[in-house]
């Protein structure tokens, strides 16, 4: 596999309406030709069946789809946790949008209480995508009344900051109030998320489909009470 070739093989799924449209979303710094997810996803099980994978990783990323292939590969790589968090992690260090963190994630097996573990580290960080890679690897994997608790702590422990950050603990908290009945609203009216990420949740919530009317209220109401108390201190 030559980057040339790759390029080649990326510039085939060019999309130009869908790259209009997904160019709204993204603030990526990454030249973009708005190849779908699912060709993209389809592309890399085609360089693993081909044993080219190694080499679409090994190459400097070219454009915003190959960094988006490279994602998929490491999180549907089959190999030891300690070499996948490693590439992880240099992945990490290279995205600037949520799409190329989420679609990654949604890729990821993990159900160990020790890739939980390895996830939680990386929520904890203070590198934004990196932070925000380790909340939604959680929410894809570990939203569970099994860790119902320790994802409380992972949210106490966040403490990069900014849209991404805050969006990824509001969706991970709303998750988990959709599967696990009490659980998450309990860690919004805690006072464990920020209040941009407490004001996201509650949105959130609103809007699911899986948190009853009642519990949008609580949570609702909690952020309205939360910015009223702020206005009465100033």
């Keep these: 596999m030559t980057e040339e070739r790759l390029k080649a093989e990326i510039d085939a799924l060019a999309d130009e309406k869908n790259k209009i449209f997904f160019s709204r979303l993204s603030h990526s710094a990454y030249s973009m030709n708005g190849a779908r997810i699912p060709q993209l996803r389809k592309l890399a099980k085609e360089f693993v069946k081909s044993g080219e994978a190694a080499d679409v990783l090994a190459m400097p990323t070219l454009c915003y789809e190959h960094l ?76 569970s009344r099994e860790y119902a608790s320790a994802i409380a702590d992972v949210v106490r422990s966040v403490r990069a900051q900014g849209y991404y950050v805050d969006m990824g603990a509001a969706w991970l908290v709303c998750t988990l109030e959709g599967k696990v009945k009490g659980a998450g609203v309990e860690i919004l009216l805690s006072g464990s998320m920020s209040d941009p990420a407490a004001a996201m949740c509650a949105g959130k919530m609103r809007d699911s489909r899986r948190v009853d009317d009642e519990t949008a209220r609580r949570a609702a109401d909690y952020v309205k009470n939360k910015r009223a108390n702020k206005t009465q201190l100033r």
């Design 68 to 143: 988006m292939l490279k994602g998929i590969l490491i999180a549907s790589a089959k190999t030891d946790l300690c070499a996948k968090l490693a590439m992880l992690d240099g992945y990490c260090s290279e995205i600037d949008d949520w799409a190329l963190c989420d679609v990654a994630c949604s890729c990821l097996k993990f159900n160990k209480k020790e890739e939980f573990a390895a996830m939680a580290e990386f929520a904890a960080s203070s590198s934004p995508f990196k932070a925000r890679f380790g909340l939604i690897a959680i929410e894809s994997c570990f939203c």
